[in-house]
């Protein structure tokens, strides 16, 4: 009850989720689970227990729930995108490129992905670079021109000045320090 409280989860009131794909996914997870004689199963279902109740405050207080019918089946579609982002950097080359894939256009697009994440692509993307090129940084010795590769950047050159701009130390200063 106190987690109902904290999260605002209404009691006795029933509320349209629309598409409630991540919430079946945990349900099934669950339900494996319980059924499963695995070491730990009973602190997963707890555990999984919590985060149905986190992503069900996220949706009831989000605006994912009035997105519009189109935007909305495509939602699974843009979580994917965003994984894909925060996993995969080096194979996001450009905004424009992506609202193609998806057929959108940019506006759309840019507007849909700002409005399910509340935040823009070009921050995900921007975080996600740096997050990448620190973790490369300090945990490899690839050359700079390698990193600025895998990260996404067209050229080492646009890598080191952004990396400046955002961490406030150059690529070889972050690496030096942090070693």
Not at 50 to 65: E, T, V, Y
């Amino acid at each position: 009850i106190q987690l109902f409280k904290e999260l605002d989860l209404p009691i006795n009131k029933v509320i349209n989720l629309g598409d409630a794909y991540e919430i079946s996914s945990i349900i099934r997870t669950m339900t494996f689970e319980h059924y499963s004689s695995n070491i730990y199963s009973a602190d997963i279902v707890e555990l999984n227990m919590k985060l149905l109740f986190f992503r069900l405050s996220r949706l009831i207080h989000s605006d994912i729930r009035l997105l519009s019918e189109n935007s909305h089946s495509k939602y699974n579609t843009f979580l994917l995108l965003r994984n894909r982002i925060y996993n995969q950097i080096s194979s996001i080359d450009s905004v424009a490129n992506i609202a193609k894939e998806l057929s959108m256009s940019i506006s759309d697009f840019q507007h849909t992905y700002k409005k399910i994440f509340n935040t823009s692509i070009t921050e995900d993307i921007r975080i996600s670079r740096l997050t990448q090129a620190k973790k490369l940084l300090t945990t490899t010795e690839l050359p700079l021109k390698n990193i600025s590769q895998l990260t996404g950047y067209k050229n080492e050159y646009n890598f080191m000045r952004h990396f400046k701009k955002h961490i406030g130390m150059t690529p070889t200063e972050y690496r030096k320090k942090t070693l």
